[in-house]
């Protein structure tokens, strides 16, 4: 008798076909629902029968009105009896057709009664199964089972239980077994070297089980100490912040005597000077309180204000918050006395760096979906973001000029403007566009998944781009040849800075990398945050490096030394990006704000006027 597994589609959720040899009568189907009775029950006020499930959704008869309770509804014993008489095909005598099912002439043709169907189709010689062998994936009727088993090359010797891995067809293994070499091996409990063995190797197991149960508590109690750790870990971070807040009004109560004795002094003096700190950054805090920047943060600074004068030590503390976008902020850009920003809210909103105080200037629409990315170059700005366009606006007036529907297949993740050309990445490649025209110069493809960064070097004579494992340098001159790559183990990369001594990519592994220019070397891993770091931004001398990430802070790193050197945590959500102007910070974040922190010496001396 041959040894079969039956398919059964009904295990997957698939109730069988059913086809009557005759349609039943109309005094079989539910008035409710319309089909064929389900467990019928019948209403004892009218007579009328129902589907059981079909009762439980009427208060009133469909037929007459008359009332349908629960406690009146009971079996319709006779019907189930005529439904389970009326006749059926086997579902093994049908074949699937465009509109459902039909009679199969080359399946069972026997009529089985809808009762008696399960006790039928379980025993059917047509019933679809599967070959016994473990190795065989064929599929037959019941009938057909033995037939296919001669032929079938997974017939195993019976003296597989041995060792033997002989498999063939019935016949071939039929003559192997009459020659098989383990046929004449002792049965282990004849063999009492082999008993001993199997005592020794059933002891060493239980010894290794115990060891493993030991080990799997040992992971336990590693697992739960590591949940402690976490939590207070997350206490620690959290009286961090309060400390940063209390330095932070300590500072500020600093200040203001410094204030007043400086007033004092200038009183003692004959009213000379104007009562403020006497450091430069003292003096922005005050213009902008007034709503004014005058100085550091209006068009082209003077070429003595080109590279920084931050000497240590210093901070940097939160002086305002630009409030204006709807959702989630992703990139910023900034050109001579406006502050661009843009994100999840479709708008790109302008910004007078000359008096914040005024809020948002302009807010320039245009896009259909999330910007994420932007640049300034050849006096106009150019957005790209999740619905794959390019747009360019005029600086002058915020108007377009032109723009590049489906400009890419995917999400434009970041653009970078170099003389005559625009580089925009996206999902494995990089397109280079005329700035004038936008007209697609050049592709750059076969890169590492998605190229999430772009960045020029301070000479501005080569295009750094980052994806996974990798950060290849490219020309950004035709032909736009590869001129170094850098492979890398640090996963995905985020974000991108590069300075005359380093490039410093941002990753999803929660770290900062450092690699150097000219050997192309990794040198150093700056480790602060505990999340992605989305953006990376550097001082014009690149000395300092400031790292945003989803943690909701701001590093800033001293590059001559690679130490941290504050932590800046006022946003309530992921920090996306970033951007330095001058003496002046900005931050942009999941929590819908813009953040400005500016610079301040740190000196604990009061200025006397003699």
Not at 10 to 39: A, D, N, R, T
Not at 168 to 191: A, F, K, M
Request: hydrophobic share 35%; proline share 3%.
């Amino acid at each position: 008798m041959a040894t079969f597994l039956t398919i059964n589609n009904e295990s997957h959720g698939e109730s069988p076909p059913l086809v009557y040899i005759s349609e039943p009568s109309q005094h079989f189907h539910c008035p409710v629902c319309k089909g064929l009775y389900q467990e019928p029950v019948i209403n004892i006020a009218c007579g009328h029968t129902f589907c059981k499930q079909c009762s439980r959704t009427i208060d009133k008869c469909p037929l007459d009105d008359s009332a349908c309770e629960q406690q009146q509804m009971v079996v319709n014993r006779l019907v189930v009896g005529q439904i389970e008489d009326l006749l059926i095909h086997c579902r093994y005598g049908l074949a699937q057709a465009e509109d459902g099912y039909i009679p199969d002439p080359a399946g069972c043709q026997e009529p089985i009664h809808f009762g008696a169907r399960d006790k039928h189709e379980n025993t059917c010689e047509f019933m679809m199964v599967r070959c016994a062998n473990k190795s065989c994936e064929a599929t037959c009727r019941k009938r057909e089972i033995e037939e296919h088993k001669k032929v079938c090359i997974y017939n195993t010797c019976c003296h597989n239980n041995k060792g033997c891995e002989f498999q063939g067809r019935l016949e071939d293994v039929e003559i192997h077994q009459t020659t098989c070499g383990y046929r004449s091996l002792p049965r282990t409990d004849n063999n009492p070297a082999l008993v001993q063995k199997t005592v020794e190797l059933e002891a060493s197991n239980t010894e290794l089980v115990k060891q493993v149960t030991s080990l799997n508590m040992r992971v336990g109690q590693l697992e739960e100490t590591n949940t402690a750790l976490h939590g207070q870990l997350g206490d620690c971070l959290k009286s961090l912040r309060d400390l940063n807040q209390k330095y932070d009004t300590v500072v500020s109560s600093l200040e203001q005597l410094v204030a007043v004795r400086n007033r004092r002094t200038v009183g003692s003096s004959g009213g000379q000077g104007d009562g403020r700190p006497r450091s430069a950054s003292s003096g922005l805090y005050q213009q902008y309180r007034q709503g004014s920047f005058r100085h550091s943060l209006s068009g082209s600074p003077p070429s003595s204000m080109r590279l920084e004068r931050w000497n240590m030590p210093f901070q940097f503390k939160c002086i305002g918050t630009l409030r204006g976008h709807q959702d989630v902020v992703w990139c910023m850009a900034s050109r001579d006395k406006k502050l661009y920003t843009a994100g999840k809210d479709r708008s790109v909103k302008v910004w007078d760096l000359e008096n914040l105080q005024r809020g948002c200037i302009k807010t320039i629409q245009g896009h259909s979906d999330t910007v994420q990315c932007m640049c300034v170059g050849s006096n106009n700005l150019y957005t790209g973001g999740h619905d794959n366009s390019i747009y360019c606006w005029s600086l002058e007036d915020h108007t377009l000029v032109k723009s590049v529907q489906g400009a890419h297949d995917n999400i434009i993740c970041a653009m970078a403007i170099v003389g005559e050309f625009l580089f925009t990445a996206s999902f494995s490649l990089i397109k280079v566009w005329e700035v004038k025209t936008l007209t697609l110069k050049h592709t750059l493809t076969g890169l590492h998944h998605w190229v999430r960064a772009l960045a020029l070097n301070p000479d501005r004579d080569k295009l750094y781009s980052g994806s996974h494992n990798t950060i290849n340098i490219w020309s950004i001159t035709e032909p736009f040849s590869l001129k170094g790559k850098v492979d890398h183990q640090f996963g995905s990369i985020y974000s991108l800075a590069i300075t005359s001594k380093y490039i410093i990519a941002g990753t999803y592994n929660r770290n900062v990398q450092v690699f150097d220019c000219t050997s192309l070397q990794h040198l150093r891993e700056l480790m602060g945050h505990v999340g992605l770091i989305h953006s990376l931004a550097t001082s014009l001398s690149g000395r300092f490096l400031f790292s945003a990430a989803s943690d909701s802070s701001v590093q800033i790193w001293n590059l001559e030394n690679m130490l941290p050197i504050q932590t800046l945590q006022r946003h309530e959500g992921s920090v996306n990006t970033l951007i330095v102007h001058g003496d002046f910070l900005f931050s942009g974040s999941e929590d819908k704000e813009i953040k400005v922190f500016m610079y301040f010496q740190m000196q604990m001396g009061f200025a006397v006027n003699t």
